[in-house]
C-alpha cells in the first residue's frame, strides 16, 4: 500500500488542522493506519492508531482529549484531527499502515512521507 501524506501548515497556538493520509495500491480496510511524528531534534514518536475497521483506537498521552484519529476506508483516507494545538506539537507528522495482526500493531511496514506542522507561540 502506497500512503500519502497531506494538510500540515503553520497555525497559531490553540489553533486546528486536519491532516490526511490517502491510501492507495491495495485495499485500505486490511490496515491498521497510525500517526508517528518527529519533532527537530528528537527522535520519532507514536501519535495516535486506528484499526482496520476504524473501531478502536490508540492515543499517546499528550494527544489524549486532544487529538481524534479516524478513517473512511470508502475514501480510502485516514485522518488526525488535531484541536488546541501547542508549540510542543510543532512535527514532521507520517502517517503508516499495518496489515492484519494484534492490535494494537507493535509495528508499522508501509509508511508515507512526512507533512511539516508547525504551531507558533
Known amino acids: 500500500v502506497q500512503l500519502q501524506a497531506s494538510g500540515g501548515g503553520l497555525v497559531q497556538a490553540g489553533g486546528s488542522l486536519r491532516l490526511s493520509c490517502a491510501a492507495s495500491?491495495?485495499?485500505?480496510?486490511?490496515?491498521?493506519v497510525a500517526w508517528f511524528r518527529q519533532a527537530p531534534g528528537k527522535e520519532r514518536e507514536f501519535v495516535a492508531a486506528?484499526?482496520?475497521?476504524?473501531?478502536?483506537?490508540y492515543y499517546v498521552d499528550s494527544a489524549k482529549g486532544r487529538f481524534i484519529i479516524s478513517r473512511d476506508n470508502a475514501e480510502n483516507t485516514a485522518y488526525l484531527q488535531m484541536n488546541s494545538l501547542e508549540p510542543e506539537d510543532t512535527a514532521v507528522y507520517y502517517c503508516?499502515?499495518?496489515?492484519?495482526?494484534?492490535?494494537?500493531?507493535?509495528?508499522?511496514?508501509?509508511w508515507g512521507q512526512g507533512t511539516l506542522v508547525t504551531v507558533s507561540s
Open positions: 503508516a499502515a499495518e496489515g492484519w495482526g494484534g492490535w494494537p500493531p507493535l509495528k508499522f511496514t508501509y
Open positions: 495500491g491495495r485495499t485500505f480496510g486490511d490496515y491498521a
Open positions: 486506528i484499526n482496520w475497521g476504524g473501531s478502536k483506537t
